[in-house]
C-alpha cells in the first residue's frame, strides 16, 4: 500500500510541500448526533459526527515530515462544508478524497432522508470523489466501525475494500456504490442493499443488508434474505441451497428470467431460476435417488423464495425481484398502470418462483 501511494504521488507530479497540505482519507464515516435541539426558540437540526480514516504517511514520507495528523480523526458540524473548514483549520491542511475507498453511513443517518439527501448533495458536489466509491452501514455508528483498526493491520478503507473483493458469490463484486445511493436518490423506483457492518472479533464484518426502498430506509435483513434478493435478481455467480436432509449443494452458472403479467387486478411477477448444482453434502447411489434429491433442492429453494418475497412485501413493502425497474420492457401496459408508482406497485406485485437445478457430480 506504501509503494502504491508513493506512486501516485510521484507520478502525480506532487512537490513535497503540496503533499504536506494534504490529508487523503481512505475510509469516512457519517453520523447524525443526537436529537434536534432549541437554538434561539427554533427547532436545530442535530450535528453531523464526520470520522476519517488516514493511511500511515510516515511510512512513505522523507523522514516522516507528513506524520503530525492522526491516522483517525472525529469532527462535528452542521453539514459537511463546515466539518471540512473545521478540519483544515485544525491541521492547516485540505482534504483530497481522490483515494478514499469506502464511505459509511450511520444506521441514524439513512433513517433520516433529509439529512441524507443533504449529504448526498455535498458528495455529489465533491469533483474528487468518485461515484464507484463503495458504500456500507454501521449498524450502530460509523464512527464506531472506522474506530475497530487495531485487528485491520492498517487502514479501514484498505479493510473494507478487500472486504467487498473477499466476496466471490457476486457478479459484482461491488453491488452498492455512492453512485447507485445518488442514483437512488433521483429516480427513486428501485431496491438497493446496503452491505450493514457490525463488529465481530475486533473486525468489522457484514451481518445484515441495510434496504433502501423509493429513497426509504426500511430495515435490516438477514444476509440469508439479502442473498435470495440478489439470487432474484440475478446479481450471483454462485448460491448455497439446502434441501433439510444435511443435503447441501452449490449452485453455479445460475440464469434468471423474469416475467410479469396481470392476474385479477394485480402484477404476477414470474422468476425462473436455473442452474447448475454441486454436492457439498449428501451423496446418491443411483439416478433414482439423484433425481429425488434435486427435486428436494428444488422444492426447498422455492419454499425458501416463496417465504422470503411474502415476508419482505408485507412487513418492508419490497418487491423481491425488483422487477419495477424492468417494468417497461416487460409488461408496457403494467408499466403505463403503475408509472410513477414504485411504491404502489411493490405493494400489488405477488410472486411465482420456478426452479430447476441440475446435479453435476457427487463428493
Known amino acids: 500500500m506504501a509503494a502504491a501511494f508513493l506512486g501516485m504521488f510521484l507520478l502525480g507530479g506532487c512537490e513535497s510541500e503540496e503533499l504536506e497540505q494534504r490529508s487523503f482519507p481512505l475510509a469516512v464515516g457519517v453520523d447524525v448526533q443526537g436529537k434536534p435541539s432549541m437554538e434561539d426558540g427554533k427547532e436545530a437540526e442535530p450535528k453531523l459526527v464526520v470520522s476519517f480514516d488516514f493511511p500511515d504517511l510516515a511510512q512513505i514520507s522523507e523522514k516522516g515530515k507528513a506524520v503530525d495528523t492522526p491516522m483517525s480523526m472525529s469532527l462535528e458540524g452542521e453539514d459537511l462544508f463546515r466539518v471540512e473548514k473545521s478540519y483544515e483549520n485544525n491541521t492547516n491542511r485540505v482534504l483530497d478524497y481522490n483515494h478514499i475507498k469506502a464511505i459509511v453511513f450511520g444506521e441514524n443517518l439513512i433513517s433520516d432522508s433529509k439529512r441524507l439527501r443533504s449529504v448526498l448533495l455535498a458528495w455529489e458536489q ?38 467487498l473483493e473477499s466476496q466471490k458469490d457476486f457478479r459484482q463484486k461491488k453491488i452498492a456504490t455512492l453512485g447507485s445511493l445518488i442514483n437512488q436518490w433521483h429516480n427513486q423506483d428501485e431496491l ?36 435470495q434478493v440478489f439470487l432474484c435478481q440475478g446479481l450471483l455467480e454462485t448460491f448455497t441451497c ?5 443435503e447441501v449443494a452449490e449452485i453455479s452458472d445460475i440464469r434468471v428470467l423474469q416475467k410479469v403479467e396481470e392476474s385479477e387486478g394485480v402484477p404476477v411477477v414470474t422468476v425462473s431460476v436455473k442452474g447448475q448444482g454441486r454436492m457439498k453434502s449428501g451423496q446418491a447411489s443411483s439416478a433414482g435417488q439423484q ?73
Not at 463503495?134 to 475494500?161: C, D, H, K, P, W
Request: hydrophobic content about 35%.
Open 242 to 246: 439446502e434441501s433439510g436432509k444435511d
Open 291 to 363: 433425481y429425488q434429491i434435486e427435486q428436494r433442492m428444488e422444492k426447498s429453494l422455492t419454499a425458501g423464495l416463496q417465504g422470503c418475497a411474502q415476508k419482505l412485501r408485507e412487513e418492508y413493502g419490497i418487491d423481491i425481484a425488483n422487477s419495477y425497474v424492468s417494468l417497461g420492457g416487460l409488461n408496457r401496459d403494467l408499466y403505463w398502470d403503475y408509472r410513477n408508482q414504485p411504491e404502489k406497485y411493490s405493494q400489488s406485485a405477488r410472486h411465482v418462483f420456478e426452479v430447476e437445478i441440475d446435479i453435476l457430480n457427487w463428493e
Open 192 to 227: 438497493l442493499l446496503l452491505p450493514a457492518l457490525s463488529e465481530q472479533g475486533s473486525r468489522p464484518a457484514v451481518s445484515g443488508y441495510a434496504a433502501i426502498k423509493d429513497f426509504e430506509y426500511r430495515g435490516i435483513l438477514t444476509v440469508e434474505e439479502a442473498m
Open 126 to 163: 465533491q469533483e474528487s470523489a468518485a461515484r464507484n466509491i463503495s458504500l456500507f452501514v454501521g449498524r450502530g455508528t460509523a464512527a464506531e466501525i472506522l474506530t475497530l483498526n487495531e485487528e485491520t493491520e492498517g487502514s479501514m478503507g484498505t479493510y473494507l475494500e478487500e472486504l
